[in-house]
C-alpha cells in the first residue's frame, strides 16, 4: 500500500493535452528551484549521445514546466548550458525537443523562442559538413524549419502552436479575402518545408546504423502538417461559403 509521502507531486496534465494546463498562481520558489534542476536533469537526458529518439518522459517534462511557470527561459537556459554543440547527435536531438516543446508548450514558448533565433543560427553553422554519422545536413534543415515556423508566427500572431482554425478566427475576426489567401500562401510555404524536411530525413537513413534518432524527428513534422492541413482546408471551406452568400 502506498503511504502518503508515496504519493504523485508533480503536476498531472489533462488527458486532452499539456495545452489546456494553465495554473493561475506560481508555485513557492523552493518547489520552482527544485523543478528547474529536474528539468535541466530532463533535458539532458533528452539530448543524450546516444542515437535513439529523446525519450518522451523527459520531453513531457519540458513541456508541463512551461506550463507550470508559464515561461519557457529556464528551457532554452537548460539547452545552453549542455555540451550540445559538440555533437552532431546531442544536437539534433536538442532541436527535436524544441520543435516538440513549440508545439505542446505554453503559448509564451513561441513569443519567446523569436530571441533564441541566435542560437538556432549557430546549431546550423556548427554543422556546417556531413558529420561522422550523417547528422549535418539533418540538423540544418531541421533549423530551417524551425526559423520558418517561427517567422510565421511572427508575422501571424493568431496562429497558435498546431495552426488551430477556429482559435484564429476567433482572435482575427471577419474574413478578409486578400488577407485569407496571403496566409494560405504562407501556410503553404510552410508545408512545402515539411516535405523537403521529412525527404531529407528519409534519404539519410542507414541500412547498418540505428534510424530511430532520425525518425525522431518526423513525429512533429506530422502533427504540423495535419494543423496545417486541417487549418486551409477549413479557410477555403469558409471562403467559398462566404463567396457562395454574397452571391
Partial sequence: MLEKEDCVQFPRLPTTGAQECMSSRQPPTVVREKAEIELV?????????????????????????????????????GLRVQPILSDEVQTFKALVTVHRVLQEGHPVTLKEAHVQVGWLETCARTAATEGRRGYGPLIRISVQFILAKLRVHRLKPEFNSLF??????????????????????????????????????????????NN????????????????????????LRAMHRSKVFRY
Fill in 212 to 235: 530511430e534518432c532520425r525518425i525522431s524527428a518526423l513525429v512533429p513534422l506530422v502533427k504540423e502538417s495535419w494543423g496545417i492541413y486541417r487549418f486551409i482546408t477549413s479557410m
Fill in 41 to 77: 536533469i530532463s533535458i539532458k537526458k533528452a539530448t543524450s549521445q546516444e542515437e535513439t529518439a529523446p525519450k518522451q518522459k523527459h520531453v513531457r517534462k519540458c513541456i508541463v514546466y512551461t506550463w507550470d511557470y508559464q515561461s519557457s527561459i529556464s528551457f532554452w537556459s
Fill in 164 to 209: 488551430d482554425y477556429e482559435e484564429y478566427i476567433s482572435l482575427k475576426g471577419i474574413h478578409d479575402p486578400n488577407k485569407d489567401y496571403e496566409t494560405i500562401s504562407d501556410l503553404m510555404g510552410l508545408q512545402d518545408q515539411i516535405e523537403s524536411f521529412q525527404r531529407m530525413v528519409f534519404s539519410h537513413f542507414r541500412h547498418s546504423a
